[in-house]
């Protein structure tokens, strides 16, 4: 099984700053990495597919980068919806594996 | 709208079964891989089954293969989870999901239903 593992686990930032969040999965998954917003007591909703692909409706703030087995979420400006738990996905083999998630808390 | 719409959770002996749905609307379902997730309370995510278009393909996580039973009704718009021999640890809020696929056959999964609780306690 390929091992998706996120860091930071958590991390605490104010509305507007940057923040940086990163996957690395054990073994290469070319481009196969998704990631997810949860907040609290809802459904994860989808940010960005295949590594950089911003999905429909996601603001612009969201970011993605990355290939093979390093990949990078970049929210530029944090905004209050965006404290939540971030997670990370791979679809590259089955089981389709998650990270074990970012929790982003208010400064 | 696209939805969808998960239910059937509960709470169940260990043991015991339990039939999940997911009712989809506002998309060809059939046209469609379609996927069960779950959380256990506090936890992160879990990838649990997906059915290919025409179910064509079902795979399985190994924590519940040989348990749980995943199937469509195309014509009804339906997903369904049939669990059984139901665990302790199996106990988490259950979501189906859509499953899309990028230029180069990348899976994502773009929509995701409400979620429905199931609790295996004794």
């Known amino acids: 099984d390929i091992q998706m593992t996120q860091s930071p686990s958590s991390l605490s930032a104010s509305v507007g700053d940057r923040v940086t969040i990163t996957c690395r999965a054990s073994q290469t998954i070319s481009m196969s990495l998704n990631w997810y917003r949860q907040q609290p007591g809802k459904a994860p909703n989808l940010l960005i597919y295949?590594?950089?692909t911003l999905q429909s409706g996601v603001p612009s703030r969201f970011s993605g980068s990355g290939s093979g087995t390093d990949f990078t979420l970049t929210i530029s400006s944090l905004q209050p919806e965006d404290f939540a738990t971030f997670y990370c996905q791979q679809t590259y083999n089955k089981p389709l594996t998650f990270g074990g998630g970012t929790k982003v808390e208010i400064k | 709208e696209v939805q969808l719409v998960d239910s059937g959770g509960g709470l169940v002996k260990p043991g015991e079964a339990l039939r999940l749905s997911c009712a989809a609307s506002g998309f060809s379902f059939s046209a469609y891989t379609m996927n069960w997730v779950r959380q256990a309370p506090g936890k992160g995510l879990e990838w649990v089954s997906s059915i290919t278009v025409g179910s064509r393909y079902i795979y399985y996580a190994d924590s519940v293969k040989g348990r749980f039973t995943i199937s469509r009704d195309n014509a009804e718009s339906s997903l369904y989870l049939q669990m059984s021999g139901l665990r302790a640890e199996d106990t988490a809020v259950y979501y189906c999901?859509?499953?899309?696929?990028?230029?180069?056959?990348?899976?994502?999964?773009?929509?995701w239903g409400r979620g429905t609780l199931v609790t295996v306690s004794s």
């Open positions: 295949a590594a950089s």
């Open positions: 999901a859509r499953a899309r696929t990028a230029l180069a056959g990348e899976w994502y999964f773009d929509v």
